[in-house]
């Protein structure tokens, strides 16, 4: 907590301006205070009427203002007053004060109106802000200002004397205007002066923070007729008590959320405050409780005689004492605190107060026994430590070794410890303790180094050393420690591992295959020569990088990499997957992998070894053969040709960016090309056209298909050989529909933005799947035609008035209409059980056993051939036959009529 909260003064910084200016004049300045004391005299009063500083004066008020004064052991007689003229009322070293001026004069006219001082307009030039009078209205018109005027507010005098159109209300802050009008006009009406402060605008632009004091001048029947006053800048004091407001809140505030208890106690022990955490220290509810009470209550017997005893010896001066205490709870209980006090004195050095910060060092004691116990334990397991610890100061004199090192150096700790790490006795060690005193700084962080040295000649022996400097609670540097273990085996391994990665590199280098090993991050560390040859790049351009930013999609290599860098992480990953990658040119070739995890001899995964084989062009086999496929399934499922064209389209999405698509057809009787699907984020679908000079006529005329860029198109416009029809696109492939090698139409894709171009490969899958394509739509028109001849047929059966079958050559019905239903009686199903015989009579059938057979071998026309019906009406019937053959199977057709 800060004195502030204690003992606090406002620095006034018009207390040094005064006194400058008081002194450089030649009139007598007085500043007293309400109570009559001389706060400040200058010289010339001094000299003049022997009134000095601190000492008491006598004054008379007249209408508010100072009218005279007498030195207080004066005698009171007409002759000791002395007259004044009052000039403003102020703040002087934090008081509220009067500074005036005594004329020179001691004869004193009580009747008349104070007279001006001669120095009055110098003193004015050079005294700090600008004096006024002005008009008690709203708009507080000037009708003086001194020359303070233009430092004060930026602008002349003149400029604000005597304006209408200009007054001084025009540059108060609008925010403060009417408060400041309010407070003067409240209080002119309670007769007393007026201070008050505001912002102003200067002429600058900048806002300044003014203090105004003032007064009413009234006439003779009491009524306001001006105000007069004077004006100070106190920007620099509003910003230094703004801070120091915002100061305090933010120690107050940190004083709130201190995690220790802080207490602020009175020099008998009586708490004066303390924050919350103390009262939850203490076990109190709230910290409220704790005020007037003796700290005396919260300490334990024994802690209260020894704070007693020296309660004035440990907190003389002005520093801060600690110590630890038993401090008892509300409940009883006795816990350990240490206490950090200081004492708060006032200028005499007397002891007003103590401040405390109180902390809760249970943990602490806990700790500490722990870390007794926890030393104990760590130097036994020090000594029985396989490796070896060295403890040494800056000049390498050992402080402490164990036991491991004792082995090494063929010692004991008692021949080590006090002798230098240069003179162990050990040759291998002198030199591994020359190369670190190299290195040596108190402020080093810890360095690791690994030193080999031989031992036995062709047996090098690897030593791998930690050194750090070791430090207090404090953080003072102490001396130097050194843990070294011996990694020969480590090494050996080390050294395996590489000559083993060295032959599997050399055999991935060796194979026909992409070989790739990547780190646990995914970066690059071999690629082998097959895999630049397949994709483009150069070795610089692999080495270090990210594989799977750089050379997989983007839109599969996050998938790519969980399934590969996650799960290495935890040991395992697939052994073989498919993805594409990326050549140098931007195409990509889809590659199946084997991937293999490489570790080291803890077992800890440090690579991804991954051989791959090109099968790009078995992957799209596959994929356009799935399409094909799927282009049959859909010449079988749909209705019709727009729902062929549907289906066609979405199959294509599946193996290109083929979102602007179109398919025209050609009819070379007409010489038309029309468009029945036609999907693009421009262009609406053409109407038919006479073939013309498109891209699309180009490819029915020449039956090949086109790859255009702009560039190619540019070409076959230069040449004649096509225009431009539609919204210009940056790629266009257009494919042409064969049927034994006949154009019957186009497919066509288009792009439209540079973020999609189409290469080689996507012609070539269109033109694979075309014929496909062809055929289907061909197989759909003839489906099409075949269905209207259909219907064209069953409208005219169902309009003919004959009875019309359709038989086998054995005379089974297979069909009839329902003229035949209606004539013979029989409902269809009935007739379809039947043979052509049983619609005869027996008679007439006797000697005619292949019925059917004997009507065509007759010509096929008859007349007057006997028929029964259902119920046994036999009527003459006219008969006409003829054969027909239906995908290759013959059928009879027979025509009969009522003729009765």
């Known amino acids: 907590m800060p004195d502030s909260l204690i003992d606090e003064q406002k620095i006034n910084p018009l207390d040094d301006k005064v006194a400058f200016w008081a002194e450089s004049l030649q009139s007598s300045i007085l500043v007293i205070s309400e109570n009559e004391e001389v706060l400040y005299s200058n010289a010339t009063c001094a000299r003049d009427f022997h009134i000095l500083k601190n000492e008491f004066v006598i004054f008379e008020k007249q209408k508010g203002a100072i009218n005279r004064i007498r030195k207080l052991k004066d005698p009171i007689a007409k002759d000791n007053w002395i007259k004044v003229s009052s000039l403003l009322d102020l703040e002087y070293k934090g008081v509220k004060a009067h500074l005036v001026i005594l004329e020179k004069s001691a004869l004193l006219f009580t009747d008349e109106e104070p007279s001006k001082s001669n120095d009055i307009e110098p003193l004015l030039g050079i005294m700090p802000g600008v004096v006024y009078r002005c008009n008690n209205d709203e708009k507080r018109m000037m009708h003086f200002l001194s020359e303070g005027c233009y430092q004060l507010t930026g602008y002349p005098a003149e400029t604000l004397q005597n304006k209408k159109d200009f007054p001084f209300s025009k540059i108060i802050h609008s925010d403060d205007y009417w408060r400041t009008w309010k407070e003067i006009q409240t209080a002119l009406s309670e007769n007393r002066p007026y201070r008050i402060s505001y912002r102003i605008k200067h002429a600058g632009g900048e806002i300044r923070t003014v203090q105004e004091q003032g007064k009413g001048v009234f006439n003779q029947s009491g009524k306001v007729v001006a105000l007069e006053g004077w004006i100070i800048d106190i920007s620099e004091q509003q910003k230094i008590e703004d801070a120091l407001i915002e100061s305090e809140t933010q120690y107050r505030n940190l004083v709130e959320i201190s995690p220790d208890g802080v207490v602020l106690v009175d020099p008998d022990g009586k708490l004066i405050f303390s924050n919350q955490q103390l009262a939850i220290l203490l076990g109190v509810e709230g910290n409220h409780i704790l005020v007037g009470k003796s700290v005396m209550d919260f300490m334990t017997p024994a802690s209260r005689q020894n704070v007693t005893a020296s309660f004035a010896e440990k907190f003389a001066g002005n520093n801060i004492h600690r110590n630890n205490y038993q401090i008892q709870r509300i409940n009883g209980e006795v816990i350990p605190a240490e206490a950090s006090i200081r004492a708060i004195r006032d200028k005499d050095g007397t002891a007003i107060a103590y401040i405390a910060i109180i902390r809760d060092i249970s943990d602490r004691e806990e700790t500490l026994q722990a870390l007794k116990n926890s030393e104990a334990r760590y130097r036994a397991i020090v000594e029985d430590n396989p490796e070896m610890i060295v403890r040494f100061k800056p000049n390498g004199v050992i402080t402490f070794v164990n036991q491991a090192f004792c082995s090494f150096a063929r010692s004991t700790s008692a021949q080590l410890i006090g002798d230098k790490l240069t003179s162990v006795p050990s040759d291998e060690f002198k030199k591994i303790a020359e190369r670190q005193f190299a290195y040596l700084t108190p402020d080093m962080a810890t360095e690791i180094n690994e030193y080999c040295v031989m031992i036995k000649p062709a047996d090098p022996c690897w030593f791998r050393w930690k050194t750090q400097p070791i430090r207090n609670d404090e953080g003072h540097f102490i001396e130097y420690q050194t843990v070294g273990e011996d990694i020969t085996d480590e090494k050996k391994a080390e050294q395996a591992n590489i000559q083993s990665e060295q032959h599997l590199r050399t055999l991935m280098e060796s194979i026909k295959l992409i070989a790739i090993i990547t780190d646990v991050k995914g970066n690059i560390t071999f690629c082998n020569s097959h895999f630049l040859e397949k994709t483009g790049w150069h070795k610089e351009d692999a080495m270090g990088k990210n594989w799977y930013e750089h050379f ?163 070409r076959l416009e230069h040449r004649g050989d096509a225009v431009n029809i539609g919204t210009p696109s940056v790629d266009w492939i257009g494919i042409p529909l064969l049927i034994e090698n006949h154009t019957i139409g186009v497919m066509a894709v288009q792009s439209y933005s540079e973020e999609i171009r189409f290469k080689k490969r996507d012609e070539q899958m269109l033109t694979f799947v075309s014929a496909q394509v ?49 004539v013979f009686g029989y409902t269809r199903e009935e007739l379809l059980t039947m043979n052509v015989t049983d619609l005869v009579t027996r008679d007439f059938t006797a000697d005619k056993p292949d019925y059917v057979t004997w009507q065509i071998e007759q010509g096929g026309h008859f007349s007057n051939i006997p028929n029964v019906k259902k119920d046994g009406i036999i009527f003459p019937v006219e008969i006409s036959t003829k054969i027909t053959d239906i995908e290759g199977t013959r059928f009879a057709v027979a025509y009969v009529r009522d003729i009765t």
């Open 774 to 822: 062809a055929i289907a739509i061909e197989r759909k028109r003839a489906e099409q035609a075949l269905s209207t001849s259909t219907k064209r047929n069953e409208l005219l059966i169902q309009a003919s008035t004959d009875c019309i079958f359709l038989e086998s050559l054995s005379g089974e019905i297979l069909e009839c209409n329902a003229v035949a239903e209606e």
């Open 552 to 714: 997989v999609p983007t839109d599969s290599a996050g998938q790519l990499m969980e399934e590969l860098i996650d799960q290495a992480q935890e040991g395992e990953i697939p052994q073989r997957n498919e993805n594409m990658i990326l050549t140098r040119s931007g195409e990509q070739i889809m590659v199946s992998w084997n991937n293999t995890l490489l570790k080291d001899d803890q077992g800890n995964v440090t690579a991804i070894a991954s051989i791959g084989e090109d099968i790009t062009e078995k992957y799209y086999n596959e994929k356009a053969q799935a399409i094909i496929y799927k282009i049959a399934q859909s010449t079988i499922t749909s209705k019709n040709l727009d729902e062929l064209f549907q289906s066609i389209h979405a199959v294509l999405l599946d193996l290109m960016p083929a979102e602007n698509f179109f398919i025209a057809l050609y009819d070379d009787e007409t010489d038309t090309v029309s468009f029945p699907y036609f999907v693009d984020q421009y262009d609406p679908p053409p109407p038919p056209r006479r073939a013309g000079n498109g891209l699309t006529e180009h490819i029915i005329r020449t039956g090949k298909p086109i790859l255009a860029n702009p560039e190619s198109f540019n």
